[in-house]
């Protein structure tokens, strides 16, 4: 089992910066990709950044330039730099994780979400 678990969540002026961060624990051999999704209510979920277990990043055109997604191996963790903010990235925002529990098989794990806001 393999919890995830989001931090960052937070209310801001359009303009400003926030940082999101991820951290998977438990029963972890190897960690693949890890991923930020956003969604608002009504909406499917939109995948906003990616980064591969080699640094490799992929940026939604809507958030390049202004995110950055980042990790820490050491720590199974995944980072959200979130710049210049802008009303229309208010959503609830979700970290995915790709792990394997014995460097065979991967499994997908889901974070409970944080609430990014951001005012006009």
């Known amino acids: 089992q393999v919890d995830v678990v989001e931090s960052g969540a937070g209310l801001v002026q359009a303009g400003g910066s926030l940082r999101l961060s991820c951290t998977a624990s438990g029963s972890i051999f190897s960690i693949n990709s890890m991923k930020w999704y956003r969604q608002t209510p009504g909406e499917q979920r939109e995948l906003v950044a990616t980064i591969t277990s080699r640094g490799d990043t992929n940026y939604a055109d809507s958030v390049k330039g202004r995110f950055t997604i980042s990790r820490d191996n050491a720590k199974n963790t995944v980072y959200l730099q979130m710049n210049n903010l802008k009303p229309e990235d208010t959503a609830v925002y979700y970290c995915?994780?790709?792990?394997?529990?014995?460097?065979?098989?991967?499994?997908?794990?889901w974070g409970q979400g944080t609430q990014v806001t951001v005012s006009s």
């Open positions: 995915y994780v790709e792990a394997s529990h014995d460097g065979r098989s991967m499994f997908q794990y």
